[in-house]
């Protein structure tokens, strides 16, 4: 899609709910995803309304609604964690949310008065800021278990130490990744990273891995059937 569709869009949106503040987001504005995929649309508004999605050019839009407070709230506790360090339940989400509407196609009449959105720079330091935390936290925890023979345990924790690891990295380079599913293909697509590389070669030449993920899903389904 080209910005010319996603101008279409926020005027479709904007005569629906007869509102101006709107922001698309398609994955494909980071490179990732394909022309079929999904497109997000954020509408800042006083009241929620009940236009939830419609189609454009048979792509699903889903629209979220954004209330002023709500958003004000949003950035006032973005702000204390990047001041303060106090992190909270979201705040990952509120970063993804802000990522988005900063980088994403806005309406012609998008403007928020007094509300002054943080830039990709700010997100990106707090994003940075926040993986870099959590990582140190797996890295710790898996270590620990490693250690004790847990290995199961370690295993695990170590798969997720070193998404945030990658989530960090991408952060600090100013290329925040919010959604898991695309961290390592955004790394990939970005870097020349020779760590990475050896380790996907080395996964991708293992060739029980298959079977070995094909049982893990099997088995997280089985689990709730207790």
Known sequence: MCNNDY???TKEISNLVSEKNIVIWKSEMDGLGTSLSDIDAYCICDEEKNFKN????????????????????????????????????????????????????KSQQ?????????????ISKIAAQYYNEL???????????????NFLDAFILSLEALQMS???????????????????????NLTDCSYYEELRI???????????????????KKILEF
């Open 54 to 105: 419609f189609s454009f050019n048979g792509v699903p839009v889903d629209i979220e609604y954004i209330g002023l407070n709500n958003l004000k709230e949003k950035l006032e506790n973005i702000d204390k964690f990047a001041k303060h360090g106090l992190a909270y339940k979201g705040l990952d989400e509120d970063l993804k949310l802000f990522y988005r509407l900063e980088r994403g196609h």
């Open 202 to 220: 080395e996964l991708e030449s293992d060739t029980i891995l298959p079977e070995r993920i094909s049982k893990i899903l099997s088995d997280s």
């Open 7 to 9: 101008t279409l869009i």
């Open 166 to 188: 990658v989530a960090t990295y991408l952060a600090r380079i100013g290329k925040p990744q919010f959604k898991k599913k695309w961290l390592f293909k955004y790394f990939d």
């Open 110 to 122: 998008f403007n928020l008065n007094d509300i002054e959105l943080p830039t990709i720079d700010v």
């Open 135 to 149: 990582f140190l936290a797996l890295y710790e925890d898996a270590f620990k278990m490693f250690h004790g023979k």
